[in-house]
Structure formats: C-alpha cells, structure tokens
C-alpha cells in the first residue's frame, strides 16, 4: 500500500509506475518490465508466478484458502482462472488494484470452442480441413470471450492423439502432425487476433506439452514412454507450429514422459522450448501438476516439487500453491538464483504489458461490450457455417441424402433428437446470466427446415445408457407411419472431454438394437451419429444405409444437421483421426511403418489373425453427395534436387449432381532412406470448390522440407533417392500415383 509507505518513496513509485505507463507506447515493453521489477519485493515477483481459480459459483469470497481476496489485495496473486463476466472480472481487479504496485491480475479461461456461442469441439472442426474457418472460430470465440472479461484462453489443445479411448481426442485436432500444425497456428492466429493488446485478442496457449496424447491405453493423465524420434516426429511440430506462429503462452502437462514429469522437465521446457525453439512467452503449470509430482514419485513434498519446477522452466503454478509456499525459501536458501524467479515473472508481466493491462486494467470490462458482442447476431452464423463444415458423411447408400424438404412423414427418433445442451459436448462454457436456450436442438433444426405441409413425428426410443427397450414399439410405430427415419444416437457429451476416458468405445446402451428394429421395418433409416470421439459401430456403419457423422455442433447444431440433411449444405468434411473397427487394432493411424512382412504379403505377416489391420474408416475419409473424379496428374519433373521445387498438378472434375468442395490430399512416401519411413505421409492438401460438372486443375509445390524428416542425429534431412508421390481422396483412397528421385 502506498500509505504504508514514506511520502516520499510513494512520490518516487507513482512517478515511476504511474508515468512510465501512461507513455507506454514510448517505452518498450521490456523497459517498463525492468523499472517495474525493480520495486517488487520476493513475495511479490512470487506473486506473480500464482494462479488461483476463482469459486465455482462465483457468488462470495469463500475459497480453499479462505482469503484468496486477502491474498489478491496484497498483490501475492498473478492470475486467476474461472472468473467470467465483466462483474467478476472487474470485481477481482478491483481488488488487485488495491494491492501496493497495482499490478493487474490476468484472467484465464478454457474457452476451447466458443464462449456464449459454442462452435462444434476442436476435433468436429478439425476435420473440415477449413482453415480460415477453424480461424474464424477461434477469433469469434476470442471477440466475446474478451468482452466477458477474459484475457487468455487455454486452447488450442494441440496434442496429437491417436487413441480414441482417451477422452480428450475431442479437444484436438486428430492424428497427423502436419494437419495438426496447421490447425494450431490457424487456432493460435485466430485467438490472438493481429495483435495483443487489441481488446478483442486473447492470449492463445499450446497445451499441453508435452505427448500428453500418448497416454498408455488411452486412459487420460497416465504415463507416456515414447522414443525421442516419435516425440520429434509426431507430437512436437503442432507445438513448434504454434511458436511459430506467436503463441503467447504454453501450459505443460500431467504426464510422465519417459520417466520425468512434463511440469519438472528441463528438456522440454528449457531446452527445447525456451532454448531452441527461442520461445519468449510463459509457461503455466496444468492443475496442480507441480504439487502431482510428489505423487508421481519424482520429489519428496512440494518444496522439492517447487525446485523442480521452476528449474525446469515452468513459469506459473496452476492452483498447486507449491510456489507460493516454497519459492521464498528455495531462493533465500540459494536453491533457486532469483534469476529464475526473474525470468518468469518477466514473462509474466511482459505479457501483462503487450495486452495493454496497465494502460486500463479494466480495459476488458466493458459491460456494454459484453451485452453487444455476446448478442451479436453474426455469431450464430459463423457457428453454424462452421458446424455444416464438420459433419462427415460416412455412407450414403443410393443416395439416400439429401432428403427432399417436401417428404411427406418423417419419423426423428432417438435420445438426442430433443437434448439441447448435450450439443455444445465437453468444454463448454457456462457464461453467467447465459442459460442454454440459445442452442438449437436436432429437433428444432429438422422442424424449421421443413415444409409446412410435412409431418415430423418424435419418440425418443431409449435413453442414452442403459438396457431399457420399452420405448422401441413406439418408436417402430411412428416409423411405420414415415416416408423416412432419422434416428440420433451416440453418446453422452461429457462421455468425452478430460478424465473421461472410455475402455469400451461403442455406442452405448440399446441404440444399435433399436436401430436394428427400425431398419426391420423396411423404411430408410438416416443415422446421426453424435459423439466427441471416433466411435465403433459396426452394426450400424454395416446395415443403416445413410449415416452422418455430426459430433458435437454447438449452439448451431440443430440448424446445421437440417441443413445437411436437406442438401442445403454438401458435406465436405472428411476425418483427421481414424475410426477403429474394434478396440484390439488401437492405435491405428494411416502413417504406419511398412514392416518386414506387412500384411498384404504372403506367409506369416504382421496381422491379426481374427481382424483386419485397416480401420473401419480411414484418416482423409468423408463423402459428399457429389462425386468427384481426379485425372491428368503430372509432375513438372521426374528428377529434383534440393534447392529446386516440384510441381504437381492434377485435374479435379464433379462428376455429380450438386455442387460441392473436395479435400484433395497430397501424400508422400520416401522409399529408401536412412530412418525408415511411414508407408505414406501428408504433405499437402487442397480443399477446393467446384459446381456440377465443373473442372478445376490443382498444383501443388514439393519442396525440399516436405521430403525432410529427423536423421539419426536427430537433424532435418532431405536424402536422395526415389519419392512415391500419391493423390487421393483419402489416405486409403488413392487415386493417383507417380515417382520422383530428389538427386544432389
Ligand atoms: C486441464 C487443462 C485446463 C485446466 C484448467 C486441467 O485439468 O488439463 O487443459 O486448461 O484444467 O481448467
């Protein structure tokens, strides 16, 4: 407090902290972070390094530690998570403005798609292979998740998962790390706007480094052993993409990663992030991870746990209290030198100063902002347009879709036909003074599509879970009395999302039995499938002759299926993660090793002796109701050397009868070299527009990058020798193949 303090001292610290920020924009950020750290007691920097969530109702002060608000006011807070609301928000900064040096508190959130308007998850998304789309996303959600008071949310999740047991396969981007990387940066891109410090930018945060997608039999925070080629490979570059593309900050991760937690890891985290890769920004610790790793085995108790820690580069500490407890005495102790304490509270507040918290520490709390951006009816739209690019269409038997808008009866029958909230899936944000009637139900969509004249009969069948059947009859009755049958199944929305992890990935309960009672009855069945992973479902992918893949849409998701479903949209989506067809074949992925005797020879292979190798659908998967033929591919060489570009290109025509877009997809395979490479990998992709029996040429550049991959010193090589290069229209659906040689 400043009154506490000699009057002249207090002179002195208002010019320095009030004047230096009024004439920001003259002074560099780093300048006013030096002058400002100078005035900083030890418990104050530690402070800084101190994340606390606000209380889940939102509604007093009451807190585990009883006096959180104690603890702000005297400036031993950095941040906050859990707080929303310009109320909330400013309620909190007000009382961090009480503390001695004002610094203001920075606000976090896990606005993972969508704030008020929730966009389809993560993975839904990812696999409209969109990425101005996917951007536009991320900046919707960022505009009203910073007129509610947030400065920084924790997403993009860019885990590579392939794993569809795990639950959080929903929050990322699926299986490929180069699809992946470009999701991150359009993710990153579009959170963080062309500026922090533009009110409607939020801090982005690459989560959660690092392989925490590669959790032991898909069972969420478990251990992860990997060898260092796969990490490089696989699981690093969407986080690389992300520092590329200024991510502000970096959350690591619950799990062990060939023995050292992620959060005690100095390989990761000052090594390769902060050393390597020259990573300016901080890094938050997940919930509790520091203080985990006592559990874990690693350290003794949280002053160990605390040592290790900050050691290892993580900046600030996630509800663990560990610094806060610990830091003081580590470093008077001479544990920890005060510069490393330094370095992370100077990453801290450098992003503090970037998004402009001491010009106006209430610079986001505008409630009128708040009322206009969250009622802003553009959003709705852009929810929706986003939520039509992410449903897959898996099967479409004699064109069974798109349905007539003038079908007579149509039966809509299943548990999810009338859920509302169960459309926004897990990781939704409950926005206060918001309640979930915004979101359009299947039901809703389906009834304001259609005709006046058409009829639309409801039964629920069954529920979600459970053995019940009683309900079938009623469902098979108003079947009966329909020209056609939608049925929505699939799981429940939080059978997904974090600590949500599933051994057996069917679909559950008595859905698949009651499809097969409607299928009895002879009429065509439309199946919506609604999940927040890749599901195995077999029976139905087998028998039901039309199926849509919608997973979770968000508050749109009603308007969007009817959209799909009455062709006023063409599905174009296609799936970035592979649908197993049984548990046993997990992990299953397209970029697979070739093997010594691979499954296609003669003799003992590497196969299953009761299953298939290959996935029930593939990565690159999802139809239309066009068809499109792919012709002409030529290279502008047969020969390349390493400084010199390829170029590709191929002739893409609808054949069909509706206008629509196609992912064309460019994959790789380096035939001999001195790591063994994957039997095919994704270097490129194309998603194009063409109108009915319309015909467009397609080029795609090969550069030496794009035949690079880690030798065995772990350095990016191009080696010489013969390129297999395929086109197609999934990763199994090859349509085109020819050969190249990069020579030196
Ligand atoms: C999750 C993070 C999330 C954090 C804050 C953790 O349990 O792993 O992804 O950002 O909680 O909600």
Same mark, same amino acid.
């Given at each position: ?276 890769? *020259? $990573?300016?920004?901080?890094? !938050?610790?997940?919930?509790? #991870? ?8 690693? +350290? @003794? %108790? ?122 926004? *899936? $897990?990781?939704?944000?409950? !926005?206060?003074?918001?309640? #979930? ?8 969509? +389906? @009834? %304001? ?296």
């Amino acid at each position: 407090m400043y009154l506490k303090l000699k009057p002249a001292l207090s002179l002195i610290l208002l010019l320095l902290i009030h004047l230096p920020f009024a004439h920001a924009q003259q002074k560099s950020v780093d300048h006013q972070v030096d002058s400002l750290m100078r005035l900083m007691t030890l418990q104050e920097k530690i402070g800084q390094l101190n994340q606390y969530s606000d209380d889940w109702t939102a509604t007093g002060p009451v807190t585990v530690d009883n006096d959180k608000t104690r603890q702000v006011r005297n400036g031993l807070v950095g941040s906050m998570l859990n707080c929303k609301g310009t109320d909330r928000t400013r309620w909190w900064q007000e009382a961090a403005m009480k503390s001695r040096l004002k610094i203001p508190l920075l606000f976090g959130q896990d606005v993972v798609h969508g704030y008020k308007t929730t966009f389809p998850i993560p993975l839904a998304e990812a696999c409209s292979w969109d990425i101005d789309a996917l951007s536009l996303s991320a900046r919707t959600a960022a505009t009203e998740a910073s007129a509610g008071g947030i400065h920084w949310t924790f997403a993009p999740m860019v885990d590579i998962a392939r794993d569809p047991r795990w639950g959080r396969v929903m929050e990322g981007a699926g299986e490929d790390p180069y699809l992946g990387s470009l999701i991150a940066a359009a993710r990153v891109k579009g959170f963080q706007g062309n500026k922090l410090g533009d009110v409607n930018s939020v801090m982005a945060c690459a989560k959660h480094f690092a392989a925490y997608g590669a959790a032991i039999g898909g069972r969420d925070y478990n251990t992860v052993d990997m060898s260092e080629r796969m990490l490089w490979e696989v699981y690093l570059p969407p986080f690389k993409a992300a520092v590329d593309a200024g991510v502000a900050t970096f959350m690591n991760s619950f799990n062990i990663l060939n023995g050292i937690p992620a959060t005690g890891n100095s390989y990761l985290q000052r090594e390769i992030l902060k050393g390597q890769w *020259g $990573f300016k920004g901080f890094v !938050v610790s997940d919930w509790n #991870s520091i203080g985990e790793m006592v559990t874990h085995g690693f +350290v @003794k %108790n949280d002053y160990e746990a605390a040592l290790a820690a900050i050691t290892a580069g993580s900046d600030l500490d996630m509800e663990s209290r560990c610094y806060k407890n610990n830091l003081a005495q580590l470093v008077t102790e001479g544990k920890v030198p005060l510069a490393l304490v330094d370095d992370a509270v100077r990453r801290i507040l450098e992003k503090k100063f970037e998004l402009g918290l001491f010009d106006d520490p209430f610079k986001y709390c505008n409630a009128e902002r708040e009322q206009k951006e969250l009622n802003d009816p553009e959003n709705p739209k852009i929810a929706r347009e986003m939520a039509v690019r992410s449903i897959v269409l898996l099967k479409n038997q004699n064109n069974l879709l798109p349905l007539s808008k003038s079908t007579k009866t149509i039966a809509f029958i299943g548990p999810l036909v009338k859920a509302v909230k169960q459309n926004k *899936g $897990f990781w939704d944000v409950e !926005v206060p003074g918001v309640d #979930s009637g915004f979101i359009v139900s299947q039901w809703e969509g +389906v @009834k %304001n599509k259609i005709g006046a004249d058409a009829k639309l009969l409801y039964a629920k069948g069954c529920e979600i879970e459970g053995s019940d059947k009683s309900g079938f009859a009623e469902a098979v009755n108003i079947a009966n009395q329909a020209d056609v049958v939608i049925l929505s199944i699939g799981e429940r929305r939080n059978m997904s999302g974090e600590a949500h992890s599933r051994s057996n990935i069917g679909i559950p309960g008595v859905q698949e039995d009651l499809l097969k009672e409607l299928l009895a009855t002879g009429k065509p069945v439309v199946v919506l499938i609604n999940a927040g992973r890749p599901l195995i479902f077999n029976y139905t992918a087998d028998n039901a002759p039309a199926i849509l893949y919608t997973w979770w849409l968000g508050s749109e998701a009603g308007n969007a299926i009817a959209d799909v479903i009455f062709g006023d949209y063409n599905p174009s989506a296609k799936l970035t993660i592979s649908f197993p067809l049984s548990v046993g074949q997990i992990p299953v992925y397209y970029s697979h090793l070739n093997t010594g005797r691979p499954a296609s020879g003669q003799g003992n292979t590497s196969s299953y002796i009761d299953l298939s190798n290959y996935p029930k659908y593939e990565f690159g998967y999802g139809l239309s109701y066009s068809t499109f033929e792919y012709s002409n591919l030529t290279l502008s060489s047969d020969k390349m050397k390493s400084d010199e570009k390829l170029v590709a290109t191929v002739i893409i025509k609808n054949t069909g009868k509706y206008a629509g877009e196609e992912i064309v997809q460019l994959y790789l395979r380096d035939v001999v070299s001195s790591i063994v490479r994957p039997v095919k990998e994704l270097k490129d992709f194309k998603k194009i527009a063409l109108k009915a029996g319309e015909s467009k040429t397609i080029t795609f550049t090969i550069d030496k990058e794009k035949l690079s991959f880690y030798n065995q010193q772990l350095k990016r090589v191009a080696e010489p020798g013969d390129f297999d290069l395929m086109i197609g229209a999934s990763s199994k659906d090859i349509r085109l193949t020819d050969k190249f040689e990069l020579v030196n």
